[in-house]
């Protein structure tokens, strides 16, 4: 059976020691009600932790209506699917420095990428809401996560949310080791007093 938001809510509520399970996070019942309250957080945070391969995306930045600040060159529109950004792609190559960008608040109020490389595109993790997609590890660390915030409201202990929380941390530091087995990175950058001898 493929894997669900319920599904992974039920392993939350299995973590935090509940009997019960739910059938849908609408349904009516304290523990699709609590679930359905911290899902969408718990789930960003999860994204956010980490560069998950499943959930990197490259996207061409949108040029923003408000002008870049002296500093800087060009202000792009900060992508509304992103949880996380990660890197601006260098099209120089992977072996070039890394192109600068801050994140901030624009004029009018909205979130902002700024930068001098033309054209930019960011790497960034989305905010990816399809289970399938997943790796046993997320829907583990995702399950945990939520059982973190669900554990006071259902059950009353304290240590139970601070031990969920602290096992979620943890999960999410070993992620770098469980994820670069589906992958070959380039090899390191040479130091640049070695790269100005060329």
């Known amino acids: 059976m493929a894997i669900s938001t319920v599904q992974i809510a039920n392993f939350a509520l299995s973590k935090i020691g509940s009997d019960s399970t739910i059938e849908s996070l609408t349904e009516n019942s304290a523990e699709a009600n609590v679930c359905n309250l911290w899902i969408d957080h718990a789930r960003k945070q999860a994204l956010a932790a980490f560069n998950w391969d499943f959930a990197r995306v490259r996207g061409t ?66 905010d990816e809401s399809t289970p399938s997609l997943y790796t046993d590890w997320f829907i583990e660390l995702l399950a945990t996560a939520l059982g973190s915030k669900i554990a006071y409201a259902l059950t009353g202990k304290r240590n139970l949310q601070r031990s969920l929380a602290a096992e979620a941390r943890f999960m999410a530091i070993m992620a770098p080791s469980v994820d670069a087995v589906e992958q070959e990175a380039a090899p390191p950058r040479d130091a640049d007093h070695i790269r100005e001898r060329d």
């Open 61 to 126: 930045l949108a040029t923003h209506g408000d002008d870049a600040p002296t500093e800087w060159t060009y202000r792009y529109v900060y992508p509304a699917d992103c949880v996380k950004a990660r890197f601006m792609y260098n099209p120089l190559g992977r072996k070039e420095n890394p192109v600068p960008y801050e994140v901030e608040q624009s004029d009018n109020g909205t979130k902002s990428i700024v930068t001098d490389q033309i054209d930019a595109i960011l790497v960034y993790t989305k």
